[in-house]
């Protein structure tokens, strides 16, 4: 059966990157919710800034959002820089954050339709957990688990 016969999907993505230092030893984490499914996903980045961290965070949460076939994905993230620049709202100086501002702008043609929202640190505890996870994990690496609610 072709995609565009089956029910649309939607997806909750939160995001986060942490970084021992700035620049420093860094993990991007992601969690994924869709239905009563929840994808929980570690990256270790290397030597990364926070804010690089961050964005590592964002891509990767995309990336396994359309892996897994969401249509319309709602982000939330605790990094106000990230979200305000991904949506448009404030300009991207740094090179480096621009070139994965434009990565992530990329992903975003992958779904029907895609928000953002700034949430408070405490409302991130889970994904903060998983980029606290990724800081071990070799570079390029990423780990996945989930459960179903």
């Known amino acids: 059966m072709s995609r565009g016969n089956q029910r649309e999907r939607y997806g909750t993505l939160e995001f986060d990157g942490a970084s021992s230092g700035n620049p420093g ?15 929980r996903f570690s990256q270790g980045l290397g030597t990364q800034t926070n804010n690089s961290a961050e964005y590592k965070g964002l891509i ?3 990336k396994e959002a359309s892996n897994k ?30 070139e994965l501002r434009n990565e992530a702008l990329d992903l975003k043609g992958n779904f029907k339709s895609v928000t953002v929202q700034h949430v408070p640190r405490g409302s991130n505890r889970d994904a903060d ?21």
């Open 25 to 39: 030893k860094s993990g991007a984490g992601a969690v994924l919710r869709s239905g009563n499914e929840v994808h």
């Open 69 to 98: 076939g969401i249509d319309h994905l709602e982000i939330r993230g605790d990094s106000k820089l990230v979200c305000e620049q991904f949506a448009g709202k404030w300009k991207v100086n740094n090179p480096n954050l621009r």
């Open 60 to 62: 990767l949460g995309m």
């Open 129 to 149: 957990a998983q980029a606290s996870r990724g800081k071990n994990l070799q570079p390029g690496h990423v780990e996945e688990d989930y459960y179903y609610n």
